[in-house]
Each structure stands twice: as structure tokens, then as C-alpha cells.
């Protein structure tokens, strides 16, 4: 008796009722993401245009200042990026080494403030300060990993991510305890600084300038440093398969503290600009920071070290923007517009159908998404959206919701980031 | 063939460089814990007043606990233990030495210099203390000397028995026990009539007085020579019991918590009501995350979030004053909502983190944690949430008398389980039926009738239990609230871990892709934990919504997810009666974020010791304190691998001994 089974292949994933519907809703949700980005997108160039925009002077001032943020968040990123590739967990108390660095450039800055070095001498006392927030966060960044890594290697993967956590909470409050809770406030800088220099037709405030100068010249000098040197390539080696490496001849200890202390060191230097740029510091300024620049190496691509420095700045640019962003959305939507996007969810909605035929297992959820999805949206594309818009009040409270936004965004459409992870995307052993 | 003669031992060193180590590290540890403040505040509570302080217990405790550790060796099998000497004391005084140095050089520092623009809790009164009121020089070598004293001590506790070593460090943390809970003992002895026995033991310095400090070590001593054995010996028999005795001892035990608990509150005063309702809702929220993070496995960071929804749940539906909606809802006909909208929130959360890995699992969970408090507390939607302002007037005067008649029902339907049980036990034991899964035995059955018969009788004959009008005032009434609803969640938790769903998480956390393939639906598994822990967390919310009577979006913040981790893995992933103890041990005593504990002093300091618990938990002993067998063997899987492979090991050399002497007979 023929087995009539074995002519088409069937896949052993079944299609069942929960995932199906998990499917078809993350569809929906992404689908809606995108569309309210581009609607925001959209609308704010169409208010723009309109002239009811904000000024241009305002958005330079908005994409400097995002850029500025960015590149901190890059070199944060760093850090985050680099300790994932090689012991492939998130280093929540990165964010506090950060924190450290910044309160080091806090106290040393306060220091040569009072001495008189840091107005009459202010690009040695700058670099004096880079130097220390840079050793400071170098030294904790070596002692967590002594202290509470090290010994965790092998261990299940969600242990040495609590015990992070443990790192982060520990750090944070001792902080507290030693110093206080309240603000500290960084000296005065420089008038030099505070006014606005022209550079290549824009003005940018000096201050800015300094944070992205600084940056991009930390990160050149990082990657030269992997690309190029012994240790940078034990980095990338031991990155790929530890075991491996260490039967190589690397020193995977060795190795690993100097990756701590890399990301360690970027991460002070990120620390400096961020207390010289906003002038304050205190024992949580680490946490929302650490967040939002574990999101920017998400999005560039965990492992990549140019995608984390990307994904800071994109996230720094869409941060500070996000506010005018989210006012595009207020821009009502006209009637052929609404209807050709009607008549893209029909479509979209007979795609779906088409697919279904193909009786992929692992798809039918999104395509049963697109279906009903795309039925849905057409009726609402006719019905509600002519004319339609959204206002949100306070919207720059919102800001720091973006970023949890995009890294929900990321992991949902494109977990690889934008550059790609460099390193495998299924489960390393 | 004759056995290996073991080598001659050889004779101890003194290991110098590691002594400096230690030292260094130990009066690293010191100088910490007195730039932070704490040697300061707990100065003021005495263990053995007037001659020693809690401060100047910690600061001992440090030197001697290194000058042991320095030589404590692992002794693996195989090896032989090494021999106690005068070298463990010279590793000690030396490390105890350097430390010593290392305080010294600090307290000259802060004598000289005024660094209190730096290091703020360096305060003149500090100083004084560390220099043990001898001036800052004097003190200074007074420090060093101590240091060695100390130290030497602590290597010292190598040369005496085994025993007698347990019986002093007994003693030593009796009496730091007693002196920290001088309150509550102090409370219950004056509420008793024995006032006396407070102000003998007790001085007006909050702490142990000297005599009473020696009687408790003398006696904690004792008790324990006496009794130390035969406490390990009674812990062994009752692992060894089979498993449905063990089952009706648990029950047994759990019915007398309940009952105790409902009686107890009458006797505490309203601090200590307080400090146990907050225990209580930490209990809950922990048992909700127990279920996500102990059973299923996903290390879910934004917990807070369900507790929040839970909270502006109900306040939106009990409060007169809530901005947008407001239908004044009793608190118990608001309850189904909150589950609701609890289900609703978890399959939000659950859903995009399906595919997610361990990590990005944790910090999208994170992620939607904040999202969460955000949008409270944002203008947008103030007209519905109350903005930062918050909701005020929660459920005042409004849950009305639905309770005794819920009480009832559910009190019937338990007798009847319990009378059915007890039958069904019966039965079995004259073989008509074979044994069933759960627990049919008859103590269970007379547990659950009795608690039925509990829950009638208050339903029917205490007015006050049947019209309940709890507010936040009444601490009485709103723990006894919470202790119903943490003995249900229990309840929950419990038959959830035995249930298939149970087993399905269990196949999960171990290895997904295997789970799968063995036809686990691992996405209807996951979005069931995270919608039950959801559901048990809205409780939380809830409760605390009503027990706060206002709430602000403050309240709602990240830590509040992480003091629940901590509770639940300091108790043991995935263990009921863990998480109960967690919760006990570390709500009760150090406190919430916002709560204190019983231990008043370490209000400032408890979320950093909360770090440090974490990260020493996840160090030594990531199973937690009371684990399931499983859940150890998961943990420290090498040992085991290596225990057994040893066992056989032996074995086979025992068998080629036995054989080979055989052969020589012959």
C-alpha cells in the first residue's frame, strides 16, 4: 500500500489555534508600529511644508542635541555590546560603571575647580578629568567581573544576568551611601563652551561639539584597537568560541577582563561627556542611560561594535525628535491618501488568502494576520481615517517611552538589528 | 592488592601573601561600611550594652569572619582534612592586622582631613566611635591591635571541636537576634503582663543589657549542644517520609499557619500589623512571580507593571474620586474586573516576548515595566489616571457585606472536598481503589472539613466578619484581607505546580526545543504564566490599592519588580513555602522600598543590602533557601554528575577488591 504521506511533506510544526493567533496579533502589532511611525514621519514633513512646523533653527538644535546624546549612548553601547559577544549575557551594571564615571568627573572636576585649574586651564583639566572618570569606571568595570562573573561562567544563562542585576542594585546604593542622594552638580564650564561655534555653516553650541569630538575620536581609537592589536583580536576570537580560543593559546581570562575594561573605560568617557553636557549627576543616572543604550546596541546589532555606535546615534536622533515626531501625528490624514491605503490593506488582505494555499506551517499565523488584518484596516481606512488625527498632549514626557518603544520595535521586526549580529542567532551553548 | 599508604602530611604554612589579600579586601570592607553610614546608625542599638554596639558588631564580625575563612579548605573526596594549628591563628591575626592597618590609615585620614563634602555620612561622631575613645592616633593602633586580636580569634575557631564552634556562633547570633528584635518581643512581653522581663532584659537604649546579652548566649549555647543533632536528625526523617504523609504534614501545618495568623493580630500592635500585611502583599506579588520566574522560567523584570494595573484597576472602579470613569464599585465586585484586565495586560506583555531569549526576555519585560508606569503617569491621559496626582479615596466605605456570604459558599464547598477526600482515603486504605494522584488521605480530608467549618462559622456568626468595611486605618482588618487572599494564591500555586500545566512549565525551563518536539504547546504555556502571574499580582495591586487608600505612579517603580526577584530567589525558584519564608525573612525584617521593617535601622540601607543578598545567593547558592530537590540538581548538576559517578566509581573498585581477595583464597 502506497503511503500517500510521503509525497507531500508535511512540516511536524503544527499550526494550532494559540500560536496561530499569537501570530497573527504580532503581525497586527507591528504592522500598527509602522504605521503610526510613518504616519508621524508623514505628518511632520506635511506640517512642515504646511508651515506649521517647528522652526529650523529648533530642529538643528533638536538633531545636535540627539546626536550629542547618541554618541553617548553609542559609546555606553560599546560596552554592552562587546561583554554580549563575549560571555553572551546582558552586564546590567554596565549603566552604573557609567553612573561611577560620571560621579568621578563630578568630584575630580569640583576638584580642579577649586584649585583654579579648571577656568584657567581648562583643556588640561578637561582631559584630567576624561582620564580619571575613564579609571574609575575601568577599575569598577574589572572588579565586577572579578567579583561577582568570574566564577560564573559556566553557569546557566540567567544566573549570571541576576546576578548583574544584584551588580547593578548593589552599585547604585552604594553610590548612595558614600555620597548622598542628592544631585551633584558639575562646575560651570568654560563661556568658550556655553556659546555657539560655526561649524561648516551650522551653529553648534561648543559644548556639543566637544561631546561629538570626543566620541567619535574614542570610538575610532577603539576600533583600531580591535581591529588592529593582539588583544583585540583575542577579543574577536574568544567572541566566537571561547573554548576553542582558549585551546588556541589566548588567555581567555586575560581576555575577557580586557574586554571588561574597554567597554568599561568607553563607558567613563561617556560618563564625563554626559556630566559635562548636562552639569548634573547623582547615583541613578546610570539606570534609564543603561537601558536606552542596551536598546541602541539591540538595534544596531548586539555583538557589532560600529552597529552599536549607529544604533546609539539613531536612537539619540529619533529620541530628540520624537516629541515633533509625534506632533506629525496631529496632520489629518486626506481622503486619497486614507483610500489608497484602504485599497493597500485589501490587497494586502488577498495576498494573505493567496499564501494560505502554500500551507506553510510557519507562516499560516501571519498570513492569517494579513487576512483579517487587512479586512480590518480597510474598514477603517474608508470609515475613520479621513480626516482623522491624534493629539498627544505632553509629549515630551513620552520621550523616554520611545526608546522602550523602538527596542520592543526591534525585537519584534528585525532582532538582528541593523547591522546584523555578528554572531549566531539561535541559542549559543 | 594493599591499599595506597596516604603521604606523609606536610606541615602547614602560613599563607602570607593571601593574608594581605584578605586583609586588604577586609578592611576594605570595614572602611565601606563606615563611609555608608551604617556603623553610625547602629551604634544606637546595643547588644550587650554598655559594652558593645550592633556598629561595633559588624566591624568585629568582618575581621573574624575572614580570619575563619582564610582557612577553611574544601575537603573533597580523597583528600585528607587538614590539621588545625597554630598557623590557622597566625593566618588570621595577620589578615586581621592588615585590616586593621587599613581602618587606621582611614581614620587618621578623616581625622585629618574633613572630607564630608565627599563622603557624607563621615560624621564627627564616626570618628569617635572608630576611634574607640582614645583620640584619632590612639585609636588608630588601638585598631590594629583589635584587628589581629580579632582575627586571630576567628582562625582560632579552627582549633576547637566542631560542636562546640556550632554552640558560640549560635550563642553570638541568638544574641544579636534578640537584641534586634527587641521590639517585637519587647511588645508582646508588655501586651503579656510581663513588663518586668522587658526592662531586665531590654534597655532604653534599644538593645540587649549586658547580663540579659550573657544569660541569651549561655542558654542559645546550650540548646544548641543539646539539641543540634537531633534538630538535623527529626529534618532527615521528615525527607524521608513518603511523599503523601509528608503532603498531610504540610497541610496540617499550613491550616494551623492560617488559623494562627487569623487570631494573631489581636496581639501585635498596629506597627507590627503593618509590617505584616505589607510581608503579606509581597508574598502575594511573590507568588505570582514564582509562577513566571520559578515555574515557567521567564525572568519577567517588569512585574510592577501587573501590580499597577491591578492598583488603578480598582481605583479607577471603587474611588468617588477617580477622574474619568468612575462607577464606585464595592471592592469585591470590582475584583473580577481586576482579573480581567490583569489577563488582558499579560497576554499584551506575554505576546511579543514569545520567540524572545532568557535576556532580552528580562529587559523587553523591563521595558514594558516602565512603558507601564509612564503612560500612569502621564498628562495624556490624566482625564482616566490621575497624571502624577494619582487616585485618592480608594475603596473608603465601600466594600460592602458580600464577603460573609462568599466566606460561606466557599466554606461549604470545602467540607464537602474534604468529606469526599476522607471517604475516598478510606476506601483506599480497604483496597477498593487504587491510590489516586493528589492528595487523598485522611488528614487532608479532616483539614479541609475543618477549615470549611472555620470559614461557615465566621461567615455566619461574626457580624464583623460578614460586613467587612476594611479601610487602611484598620490594620487588623486589612491583614487578616490579605492573609485570605495569600492562603488562596498558595492554594493556587500549589495545585498549579502538580497540574499538567505545571509539568509543561517544568519540560520548558529545562530545554524549550526538547519541550516542544515532545508536543508541549510551549506558546499556550507561556502566555498561561505570564496571564496567572498577571492575575495573582493584580490581587496584590488591588489590595495595596485599598490598604494605601491613594495611589501615585511613584509607587510603581522598577525596584519594587527587583525586592520580588530578590524574595522569590532568596526563598528558592519555584518553591511555595520559599517564597512564604523569603517574603518573612526579608520584608518582615528589612523591609520594602517604601515600607520599613522590623528592624528600623536599616531603612537606609536595605536596598543595598538587597543587592549584595542577590548577588551572594547567586554565588553560593542560586537555588535558594528552601529548594525543591529538582530544582537543586538543575542548579549544581556537575556535583551530582560527579557525587554519582564517584558512587560507581567505588563500587566497581569495591567489586574488583572482593573479587581479587577471592582469587587469593583460592
Known amino acids: ?429 | 592488592m594493599p591499599a595506597a599508604t596516604p603521604a606523609a602530611l606536610p606541615v602547614e604554612q602560613v599563607p602570607w601573601m593571601k593574608a594581605v589579600r584578605w586583609g586588604l579586601v577586609a578592611g576594605a570592607t570595614a572602611v565601606f561600611l563606615s563611609a555608608i553610614g551604617l556603623v553610625e546608625t547602629f551604634d544606637a542599638r546595643k547588644v550587650a550594652d554598655p559594652f558593645l554596639s550592633l556598629g561595633y558588631v559588624f566591624l568585629i564580625s568582618v575581621a573574624a569572619l575572614a580570619g575563619y575563612l582564610i582557612s577553611k579548605r574544601q575537603v573533597l573526596e580523597g583528600m585528607a582534612p587538614p590539621q588545625p594549628g597554630r598557623h590557622n591563628v597566625m593566618a588570621g591575626a595577620f589578615l586581621g592586622m592588615v585590616g586593621g592597618v587599613v581602618l587606621a590609615v582611614f581614620l587618621l585620614a578623616v581625622g585629618s582631613f574633613d572630607v564630608r563634602e565627599i563622603l557624607i555620612n563621615v560624621s564627627p561622631n564616626l570618628i569617635d566611635l572608630l576611634s574607640l575613645g582614645m583620640g584619632t592616633g590612639g585609636g588608630a593602633a588601638a585598631l590594629v591591635v583589635l584587628g589581629a586580636a580579632v582575627g586571630a580569634l576567628g582562625g582560632a575557631l579552627h582549633l576547637i571541636g566542631p560542636r562546640t564552634r556550632s554552640g558560640i556562633v549560635t550563642g553570638i547570633v541568638w544574641v544579636v537576634v534578640v537584641g534586634l528584635i527587641e521590639l517585637v518581643i519587647g511588645s508582646i512581653l508588655r501586651e503579656v503582663g510581663l513588663g518586668a522581663v522587658d526592662s531586665f532584659f531590654f534597655t532604653d537604649l534599644r538593645g540587649l543589657a549586658w547580663p540579659a546579652a550573657l544569660l541569651v548566649f549561655l542558654g542559645a549555647f546550650a540548646l544548641d549542644r543539646a539539641f543540634n543533632g537531633r534538630l538535623k536528625g527529626a529534618a532527615g526523617r521528615f525527607q524521608a517520609m513518603s511523599e503523601p504523609r509528608r503532603r498531610q504534614a504540610g497541610f496540617i501545618f499550613a491550616t494551623a499557619l492560617l488559623a494562627a495568623g487569623m487570631g494573631l493580630p489581636a496581639v501585635f500592635g498596629p506597627f507590627i500589623n503593618e509590617v505584616l500585611a505589607s510581608v503579606g502583599l509581597f508574598m502575594l506579588m511573590g507568588l505570582g512571580l514564582n509562577v513566571v520566574v520559578g515555574f515557567a522560567g521567564l525572568l519577567d523584570l517588569g512585574y510592577v507593571a501587573f501590580f499597577a494595573v491591578g492598583a488603578y484597576t480598582t481605583a479607577v472602579l471603587t474611588s468617588p474620586q477617580s477622574p474619568g470613569l468612575s462607577p464606585e464599585m464595592a471592592f469585591f465586585e470590582a475584583i473580577p474586573f481586576v482579573l480581567l484586565m490583569a489577563a488582558i495586560a499579560g497576554l499584551i506583555v506575554g505576546t511579543p516576548v514569545i520567540r524572545m531569549r532568557g535576556d532580552y526576555l528580562a529587559i523587553v519585560t523591563l521595558a514594558f515595566g516602565e512603558i507601564a508606569r509612564l503612560i500612569f503617569q502621564a498628562d495624556w491621559l490624566k482625564g482616566a489616571f490621575g497624571g502624577a496626582q494619582g487616585i485618592l479615596q480608594i475603596g473608603q466605605g465601600q466594600i460592602r457585606t458580600l464577603f460573609g456570604y462568599v466566606l460561606v459558599g466557599v466554606g461549604c464547598v470545602t467540607a464537602l472536598v474534604g468529606v469526599l477526600r476522607w471517604r475516598d482515603s478510606i476506601r483506599m486504605d480497604r483496597g477498593e481503589m487504587r491510590s489516586l494522584p493528589g492528595s487523598s488521605s485522611k488528614g487532608v480530608g479532616i483539614s479541609l472539613v475543618a477549615m470549611g467549618a472555620a470559614a461557615i462559622t465566621a461567615g455566619m456568626f461574626f457580624p464583623d466578619f460578614a460586613s467587612w468595611t476594611v479601610t487602611g486605618i484598620d490594620s487588623q482588618a486589612v491583614f487578616r484581607m490579605v492573609l485570605v487572599f495569600v492562603g488562596l494564591a498558595s492554594f493556587v500555586s500549589w495545585r498549579l505546580q502538580e497540574s499538567r500545566v505545571g509539568r509543561a512549565w517544568m519540560a520548558m525551563r529545562e530545554d524549550e526545543q526538547v519541550a516542544s518536539s515532545m508536543g508541549i504547546n510551549v506558546v499556550t504555556a507561556k502566555l498561561l504564566a505570564f496571564v496567572i502571574g498577571a492575575m495573582l499580582a493584580s490581587v496584590g495591586g488591588a489590595l495595596f490599592a485599598v490598604k494605601l487608600g491613594t495611589i501615585f505612579p511613584s509607587s510603581f517603580k522598577i525596584v519594587q519588580s527587583i525586592i520580588i526577584l530578590v524574595i522569590v530567589i532568596v526563598g528558592g525558584m519555584g518553591s511555595v513555602r520559599g517564597v512564604a519564608i523569603g517574603a518573612l525573612v526579608l520584608v518582615g525584617i528589612l523591609g520594602g522600598p517604601t515600607q520599613p521593617g522590623l528592624l528600623r535601622e536599616f531603612q537606609e540601607f536595605k536596598l543595598l543590602l538587597y543587592g549584595v543578598i542577590l548577588i551572594f545567593m547567586m554565588l553560593q547558592r542560586p537555588e535558594g533557601l528552601l529548594p525543591s530537590a529538582r530544582r537543586s540538581r538543575e542548579l549544581h548538576q556537575e556535583e551530582f554528575l560527579q557525587d554519582a559517578w564517584i558512587k560507581t566509581q567505588e563500587g566497581v573498585a569495591a567489586e574488583a577488591d572482593a573479587r581479587s581477595e577471592d582469587e587469593e583464597d583460592d
Do not use: C
Not at chain 1, 561617556?270 to 536598546?295: E, Q
Not at chain 1, 493629539?391 to 520611545?402: E, N, V
Open chain 1, 1 to 429: 500500500m502506497t503511503n500517500r504521506r510521503n509525497s507531500m511533506p508535511t512540516l511536524s510544526l503544527a499550526a494550532d489555534g494559540p500560536t496561530l493567533s499569537v501570530d497573527a496579533f504580532l503581525f497586527a502589532l507591528k504592522v500598527m508600529l509602522l504605521f503610526f511611525a510613518a504616519w508621524s514621519l508623514v505628518g511632520t514633513v506635511a506640517l512642515q511644508i504646511d508651515g506649521r512646523g517647528i522652526t529650523g533653527p529648533a530642529w538643528r538644535d533638536a538633531i545636535v542635541g540627539g546626536l550629542a546624546q547618541g554618541f553617548m549612548y553609542g559609546l555606553i553601547a560599546l560596552g554592552y555590546s562587546m561583554v554580549y559577544g563575549v560571555l553572551g549575557f546582558i552586564n546590567f551594571a554596565h549603566g552604573e560603571v557609567f553612573m561611577t564615571g560620571g560621579m568621578a568627573a563630578y568630584f575630580v572636576s569640583d576638584a580642579l575647580f577649586d584649585v583654579g585649574m579648571w577656568e584657567s586651564a581648562f583643556p588640561a583639566a578637561f582631559l584630567i578629568a576624561l582620564i580619571s572618570a575613564a579609571l574609575v569606571s575601568t577599575v569598577v568595570a574589572v572588579l565586577i567581573e572579578r567579583v561577582a562573573y568570574r566564577s560564573l561562567r559556566a553557569a546557566p544563562r540567567l544566573i549570571p544576568l541576576i546576578t548583574s542585576i544584584g551588580m547593578s542594585f548593589f552599585l547604585q546604593y552604594a553610590v548612595r551611601g558614600l555620597f548622598g542622594d542628592g544631585f551633584k552638580t558639575v562646575p560651570v564650564l568654560p563661556t568658550a563652551l556655553q556659546d555657539r561655534v560655526s561649524i561648516f555653516g551650522l551653529e553648534i553650541e561648543g559644548i556639543k561639539l566637544l561631546v561629538i569630538v570626543t566620541a567619535i575620536v574614542s570610538m575610532v581609537g577603539l576600533w583600531l584597537f580591535v581591529e588592529r592589536s593582539r588583544t583585540g583580536r583575542a577579543i574577536r576570537a574568544v567572541a566566537e568560541d571561547k573554548e576553542i580560543a582558549g585551546l588556541m593559546g589566548i588567555d581567555v581570562n586575560r581576555t575577557v577582563v580586557m574586554t571588561f575594561a574597554i567597554g568599561g573605560a568607553m563607558a567613563g568617557v561617556a560618563g564625563m561627556l554626559w556630566a559635562m553636557l548636562f552639569r548634573k549627576v547623582y547615583f541613578l543616572s546610570g539606570f534609564l542611560p543603561g537601558i536606552k543604550a542596551f536598546t541602541a546596541a539591540v538595534l544596531g546589532g548586539i555583538g557589532n561594535l560600529i552597529g552599536a555606535m549607529l544604533g546609539g546615534v539613531t536612537l539619540g536622533v529619533v529620541e530628540a525628535a520624537g516629541p515633533t515626531l509625534l506632533q506629525g501625528l496631529t496632520w489629518s490624514v486626506p481622503t486619497w491618501l486614507a483610500y489608497a491605503l484602504g485599497v493597500g490593506a485589501a490587497a494586502m488582505s488577498v495576498l494573505g488568502l493567496l499564501r494560505l494555499r502554500e500551507r506553510d506551517a510557519r507562516r499560516a499565523g501571519t498570513n492569517l494576520g494579513m487576512i483579517v488584518f487587512g479586512v480590518i484596516g480597510a474598514l477603517i481606512a474608508f470609515t475613520k481615517l479621513p480626516g482623522a488625527d491624534v493629539y498627544i498632549p505632553g509629549t515630551s514626557q513620552l520621550k523616554d517611552m520611545i526608546a522602550f518603544v523602538v527596542l520592543i520595535g526591534v525585537l519584534m521586526i528585525r532582532p538582528v538589528g541593523l547591522l546584523g549580529e555578528r554572531l549566531a542567532v539561535e541559542e549559543r551553548g
